[in-house]
């Protein structure tokens, strides 16, 4: 039963979007060139020097200048989205989902090949199926179909006897192949699995135990739940845009909210057809970020925005920093994690206390590293830090660890980091010809020393003077966020500048007046809705057919004060994420 998930992959093409992998996919995770608005698209572009960058493995290439006028609103009254891309399950919705469907914590995903990734969050609709893949599929559909058939009664929706073993086994694939496809089968769907079922039946070696057992395999390997498939509602060829079904509406919610598939509450609303309406998603909505899932399932999207799923893996100087242990890292990982956790479900929900507050949550190993006294032990604990030293998320030693090489600080990294995740700006990779070596460790000079030639050199200065200006402003923390005042007996310098913004332009002297220049932009507060919109249709945010859907999300973020508890509320009665751009008929033929 092997092939089936690599053929599965293949026939199942068409019922997702046929779109080519073109340029326009290198905006998937929503960037946006300097002097655009992130909620409507480009401003009036004025002159900028420079053409590449060279240095530290960050963007090169130049960017259109800020302008001073916004456009007109990109919403006309029509209803519009970009495509719905067939996208795998990713390695945690996978366990999951296996969770609530067959009540298996095994986790067997965790072993898959890595998840895809275009932008800042996993997206497996730009990563191909490959043998290996799909017989990690096959193998781990095995073991689950092995365990889940040695309680047949839970997995049942009846109970076999020997006069109806075949009308149970039929029903097993109606009730059971709902919740894994998370919809209801198509009655030729059916007939497929249950004529599968009985060729196995008329052999010896199968029984309606190992008939039932084989029927999970093929399930567990169908592309139906493998993949998010969204074809829309059926009956409306020629449009150019189509409403999800209700059952794709709820998987998408579901998927978005809890990292799972829907629950029964919320396949009995699609049932009902209660989803085709804003009111319908929202009441879904209200109700399923109530449930302790929610916060896992946020805390997906930040971790992946803030840039610290990377941190587990992430390697610094055993010499220079003895302190980074693995211990270490899970510590400074589960501090952000507890931190935006408390401020958007204990707390005010606003973005500009995620980047402002000071306080967080440590045990003794970050203890040491804030320079709080009084805690001890490996539980994390509230403290009050203090507020000319540290404010929000962009001052934990998670964000400016990640955002360092292993022996130094880089000004590169950490500015790439506050323009792409939180102004939305493109800053492109440097052209292979470039040599994107940072500058080497100099005993004699500071790094803002150091990196003085990306703004002296104008091959770099370009797209270098949108970077470092902003991370020089964190030069106060070393590579592992540790104060500092000096660096090589040199006192530190922490100013900073940014520019071509649209409302935070200007000089700043070091990070905690950086946050609170950050915390208080309406283009900050536009660029996060942005980033939740294309973490939820799971395609970015580079289609212009979802420029209206990204500028009413941004909107409703701003006129909310920020308020990370309200905006998924905006996000999932938008266009974007209710329709899919129709599949054009001869892509299918």
């Known amino acids: 039963m092997r092939w089936i998930a690599l053929l599965g992959s293949l026939t199942v093409a068409c019922s997702g979007e ?16 300097p002097g655009t608005d992130p909620r409507t698209g480009p401003r009036t572009p004025g002159a900028q020097g420079g053409s590449a960058a060279a240095g530290d493995g960050a963007g090169a290439g130049g960017a259109a200048g800020s302008g001073a006028m916004l456009p007109e609103s990109r919403c006309d009254g029509s209803v519009n989205a970009g495509p719905a891309l067939m996208r795998r399950l990713s390695q945690s919705e996978y366990n999951n989902t296996v969770r609530d469907l067959l009540h298996d914590t095994s986790a067997l995903a965790d072993d898959f090949v890595a998840d895809g990734k275009v932008g800042l969050f996993e997206n497996n609709a730009y990563s191909p199926m490959t043998t290996i893949l799909a017989t990690q599929y096959a193998e781990a559909a095995e073991t689950l179909a092995a365990g889940a058939v040695e309680n047949l009664g839970a997995l049942l929706p009846c109970t076999p006897t020997a006069s109806n073993e075949d009308a149970c086994a039929r029903e097993f694939i109606e009730v059971f192949g709902k919740r894994a496809y998370r919809r209801p089968l198509a009655v030729d769907e059916v007939d497929r699995l249950y004529g599968a079922y009985r060729s196995l039946r008329t052999t010896a070696a199968y029984d309606f135990k190992s008939g039932v057992r084989v029927l999970l395999q093929a399930m567990l390997q169908s592309p139906s739940f493998l993949y998010h498939v969204e074809r829309g509602e059926p009956g409306m060829a020629g449009e150019p845009v189509v409403p999800l079904t209700n059952h794709e509406l709820a998987s998408r919610l579901s998927y978005l909210v809890w990292g799972t598939m829907p629950d029964p509450m919320l396949f009995a609303a699609a049932d009902a057809g209660e989803l085709s309406e804003p009111a319908g998603l929202r009441a879904q909505l209200t109700r399923m970020l109530e449930d302790p899932l929610a916060q896992a399932g946020s805390t997906r999207f930040y971790r992946q925005w803030l840039g610290i799923d990377k941190l587990d893996r992430l390697s610094k100087s055993s010499e220079l920093f003895p302190a980074w242990t693995d211990a270490f890292k899970t510590a400074a990982r589960l501090e952000t994690e507890r931190f935006v956790n408390h401020v958007v479900w204990e707390g005010d929900g606003r973005l500009q206390t995620l980047l402002t507050a000071p306080f967080s949550f440590v045990d003794e190993q970050l203890a040491g590293v804030y320079e709080v006294s009084g805690v001890s032990g490996e539980e994390l604990q509230r403290v009050e830090l203090d507020p000319r030293q540290r404010a929000g998320v962009l001052s934990q030693v998670s964000v400016l660890a990640s955002n360092a090489h292993s022996e130094q600080t880089s000004p590169v990294h950490r500015g790439k980091f506050v323009r792409e995740r939180l102004f939305c700006h493109e ?31 104008a091959y770099c200065a370009g797209c270098h003077r949108l970077m470092d200006p902003i991370g020089l402003g964190f030069e106060s923390y070393d590579a592992i966020g540790r104060v500092r005042t000096e660096e090589n007996g040199l006192a530190i310098d922490a100013s900073g500048e940014i520019v071509d913004t649209l409302d935070s332009d200007g000089t700043f002297d070091g990070l905690i007046e950086l946050a609170g220049r950050l915390g208080e932009s309406e283009e900050v507060m536009a660029c996060v809705a942005r980033h939740w919109f294309g973490y939820a249709v799971g395609r970015g945010t580079g289609f212009p057919e979802d420029a209206c859907s990204v500028e009413t999300v941004g909107r409703d973020f701003a006129n909310t004060g920020g308020n990370l508890r309200d905006v998924l509320h905006s996000v999932v009665t938008s266009d974007g994420f209710r329709y899919r751009r129709a599949i054009a008929p001869e892509a299918c033929q």
């Open 427 to 457: 800053l492109p990779s440097p052209p292979p010809e470039v040599d994107v070596t940072p500058p080497k460790a100099d005993p004699t000079l500071t790094t803002r020393q150091r990196y003085a030639r990306h703004s002296s050199e």
């Open 18 to 33: 046929i779109e080519p992998h073109s340029a326009k996919l290198g905006d998937v995770d929503g960037p946006r060139t």
